[in-house]
């Protein structure tokens, strides 16, 4: 099995409450007038590196406003992680119940049950139990069996997942659940709240996911490269950030088999991998939306995601077909 981060071919082309998707929210960017000084600050999690780019005339208040951010990003790492033992998911996982959870796990979790709602359970995060099963055959070598798929479907299903400010529950033994297709874009979002708090106009967010805080030097807009799903080296799409989040989920950032048949993305329906797509991007008004409609999209194919992304005010998206095919949204602007 091979794991990859979620990839984009990034800008070398060119704290309150956040709860529940807000469907509806976009930003205007502020526009830089002059070249600023550039700062950065990288640090581990999810997995990854993340990385922090800030425009601003004080290196003081821009180291303060980085280090700040990283420390946020990994605390939400810290309670939503499948790798750290002491984390409240994994706690959550093995014990079926949680009491008394930190305040953004429930954000991300009552923002998962809505997306599962409104995708009529293509997203789901109770899918852990289908990434259990392939984990363990591909590490003894295959596929698992029709009837470890079976059993691990029958622990699959949003609506026995029970989410409360004062108590998160798994209907029974066995369940399990994973934010990984909602956690590095809430992140993002977290991050750059408190970038803003620290008085910050013009920022990159490299989570997994991305964001953007105003915009390049000199009013330039940050300019990010969708990578081609079937070659890690070439561009699918160049894009001039607006203030949006962006998000890509695809087939090859880990999979079980080379022909990316099957991989890291679940179909609760069919207990195994969506046949149609390859890569899925997403523009969205938060980090969140954009990580958890990636992840959707990938489940929905191209007809059912392009018709929600045309109901969904500031969400556009590119959808790139195992065959090669693309569909994007009428509001998904490439940059020349």
Known sequence: MLMKRRTLISASLGLGALGVLAWSRREAAPAATAALPRHEGSARAFGTTVHLTVLHPDEAVARTAIDAALAEVKAVDALMSLRQDGSQLVRLNRNGVFDSPDARFVAVLQAGQELARMTGGAFDLTVQPLWNAFEAAHEAGG??????????????????????????????AGMGITVNGLAQGYAADRARAVLLQHGIAHALLDTGEFATIGAKDEGRPWMLGVRDPRDAEAVAARLAMDGRALSTSGDYETFFTPDFVHHHIFDPAAGDSPTQLASVTVLAPTGLQADGLSTAFMVMGAERSLAMAERLDGVDALLIAKDGRRWTSRGFTTAA
């Open 143 to 172: 596929l698992p069996d029709a009837a470890t798929l079976a059993a691990a479907r029958a622990k699959v299903g949003w609506q026995r997942l029970k989410v409360s400010a004062e108590r998160v529950t798994l209907a029974e």
